[in-house]
């Protein structure tokens, strides 16, 4: 079993900073790539960067230049700095990793809970 367990959500003021930790823990082999998602209210689940093992990262246009991922491999861990937050950020943040529990198994998707992220004055 592969759980990711999310935190660091909450509310915070336009313009503020959140930092979002993500630890991934159980049976696993390695993991490829790790990413945070989020969905608003009537909105799709949508990208918000990702981060693959070599430290490679890609950005949604519209949190280029605000947010920051990075990642700890030994500790199995991605963490998302927020910076110049916009109410428009608003929305459940999701951590995502695709890894392999052995050696011979392929590569699987897992998820996180999801944690709130309000940005509001």
């Known amino acids: 079993q592969v759980q990711l367990v999310e935190s660091g959500g909450g509310l915070v003021q336009p313009g503020g900073s959140l930092r979002l930790s993500c630890a991934a823990s159980?049976?696993?082999?390695?993991?490829?790539?790790m990413g945070w998602y989020r969905q608003a209210p009537g909105k799709q689940r949508e990208l918000v960067a990702a981060i693959t093992s070599g430290g490679s990262t890609n950005y949604a246009d519209s949190v280029k230049g605000r947010f920051t991922i990075s990642r700890d491999n030994a500790e199995k861990t991605a963490n998302l700095q927020m910076d110049s937050l916009k109410p428009e950020d608003t929305a459940v943040y999701y951590c995502q990793t695709t890894l392999r529990t052995a050696w011979y198994s392929s590569l699987r998707d897992y998820w996180g809970q999801g944690t709130q992220v309000t940005v509001a004055s």
């Open positions: 159980g049976m696993i082999f390695s993991i490829n790539a």
